[in-house]
């Protein structure tokens, strides 16, 4: 098995029977915000995206590159379909002129005809609606001598279903850096914005390590971020300034965390680079010596800037423009929505604010309605300041997910009172009736919180309130708090208090 990066969370994997090109990722995404690093521009696209089978693990830019599908990608390639519960990546690729689906099952193991012969396949598809815009996915291929795990920037709550199917995995991709606008955007005093950024960036490598140890294979390809910021007023989120509350943190400060804790199966892939792996036996060459990219990341940004300052200039110059106000095609967008969720706006709550230019837009969750503010009512305990262009613009475009556009840009500013609120970002996730009407139906369901563990002394429920994960695996203790490792939630174990959003209590008893 060949496997080459193609940046960020893209691979190409050649084997005997045929070709599987993983989320290639080229066009800034997120409104110009992101672009790939290292630069990837450079590769041979042609020769990349001619193709058996095509994987794209969810909708989330960085891994639906629609321009570059459109325009590089052979479209007779057999796409491995994710088992999702609403049809979205589909309707998109079916749009760009892909027509050959294989639709998977969720975590069985399928066999597929390429024209070399057969592969076996399996793809862990995560359904809640906190995954990725409505799902996400990782892909197990086997050529029967390699067995590849790429995890990408999914979650999986459960790897037995991956050795059960699979036995030893040979070479594990997997995201290790953020991949989020917390704690950057927030109005929060600097120290304490340093000191979140501090532990959002540990968890997140403790959480890679986490699965490195889960997986437990041979080698280790530290993947799916981070992205490179361009902007210029976007480049403090870069870590090359040795911010110890970067949450951005790249590939060289991983494979040193791997080392640190004794694992020195961790392999630097660039793009271009190429693994050849045989079983156990790897062997990797580079295009070129990534100390050209390492030694000098400040520098290697500034030119990745300079050469890629009209790309990004012609992404600001397509976002929508105009005068007048927002509320009434906020109220016609949002209401209906509000309308079919019962559930999730009263897990919201109260009214949020959205300050939009010299505008204020009230979502008044409690009362299903979008209006303007009422004359004293004061600051909202939730709320967001966007320029109206981000607005007009997803408006435009009918775009279903504000966080998957807006959010990711980081081109915005919020405040809250209290905790995180996952019901209001799963809103913002879920605008079309599909979508929402999923949701609200997830969050209704009764999940089974019976099974017992027990960590540090202390007994609690095995499966974490928040998505599942096995707290035996991913779980913390620290003092009286529980950490789920998984996604950062945490908890007040003598009271089960959910300490990071409103419910998610958690069972606990001290031993």
Request: net charge negative; with cysteine.
């Amino acid at each position: 098995m060949q496997i080459t990066s193609v940046g960020h969370a893209g691979f190409h994997i050649r084997t005997a029977a045929g070709s599987i090109l993983c989320d290639p990722w080229v066009n800034p995404a997120y409104f110009a915000s992101w672009v790939p690093f290292p630069d990837n521009t450079q590769l041979d696209w042609a020769e990349l995206g001619n193709c058996d089978f095509l994987y794209v693990s969810h909708l989330h830019r960085d891994h639906f590159d629609a321009k570059h599908l459109a325009e590089h990608v052979n479209k007779d390639a057999t796409v491995l379909l994710p088992d999702y519960p609403v049809p979205d990546l589909r309707r998109e690729l079916e749009k760009l002129g892909f027509h050959r689906f294989v639709e998977t099952e969720d975590s069985v193991k399928h066999t597929v005809t390429g024209p070399g012969g057969e592969l076996d396949i399996m793809i862990i598809a995560l359904r809640a609606p906190a995954d990725g815009p409505i799902g996400d996915s990782g892909l197990v291929v086997s050529d029967g001598e390699t067995v590849c795990f790429n995890m990408n920037d999914a979650r999986p709550v459960d790897m037995d279903v991956l050795h059960d199917a699979f036995g030893h995995v040979d070479i594990h991709l997997l995201q290790y850096s953020g991949a989020i606008w917390y704690p950057m955007v927030y109005d929060i005093p600097s120290r304490t914005k340093s000191n979140f950024g501090k532990q959002k960036r540990q968890r997140g490598m403790d959480r890679a390590r986490s699965y490195i140890e889960q997986v437990g294979a041979t080698w280790v390809v530290p993947s799916a971020g981070p992205p490179v910021f361009l902007d210029p007023e976007l480049r403090y989120l870069n870590d090359d300034r040795g911010d110890e509350g970067n949450i951005f943190p790249d590939q060289m400060v991983f494979l040193e965390q791997m080392e640190i804790h004794g694992n020195e199966g961790g392999i630097l892939m660039i793009p271009g680079s190429v693994a050849d792996v045989r079983g156990k036996e790897l062997s990797l060459t580079h295009p070129f010596d990534p100390a050209e990219i390492y030694a000098d990341k400040a520098g290697y940004i500034e030119r990745m800037a300079e050469r890629l300052a009209p790309v990004l200039e012609a992404e600001k110059a397509s976002w929508a423009t105009g005068d007048g106000s927002l509320l009434e095609p906020l109220r016609k967008l949002f209401e209906p929505i509000m309308a079919q969720s019962d559930l999730i706006c009263d897990g919201i709550g109260y009214p949020v604010g959205l300050v939009i230019g010299d505008e204020t837009v009230v979502l008044d969750f409690p009362k299903r309605a979008v209006r303007a503010p009422i004359e004293g009512e004061g600051k909202y305990r939730y709320g967001f300041r966007i320029a109206p262009e981000l607005v007009r613009t997803v408006l435009r475009d009918n775009e279903p997910d504000w966080v998957n556009t807006i959010f990711l840009s980081t081109r915005f500013q919020a405040w809250r009172i209290g905790g995180y609120n996952e019901f209001l970002y799963t809103f913002f996730k879920c605008l079309t009736d599909e979508r929402i009407a999923y949701a609200d139906g997830w969050f209704a369901e009764a999940h089974d919180d019976s099974a017992s563990t027990e960590l540090a002394g202390w007994e609690v429920q095995r499966r974490c309130p928040h998505l599942k994960a096995d707290l035996s695996k991913f779980g913390v203790v620290e003092g009286n708090t529980l950490t789920c490792n998984l996604h950062g939630w945490q908890w007040d174990l003598e009271s089960g208090r959910c300490k990071t959003s409103k419910g998610h209590e958690l069972r606990s008893r001290k031993l």
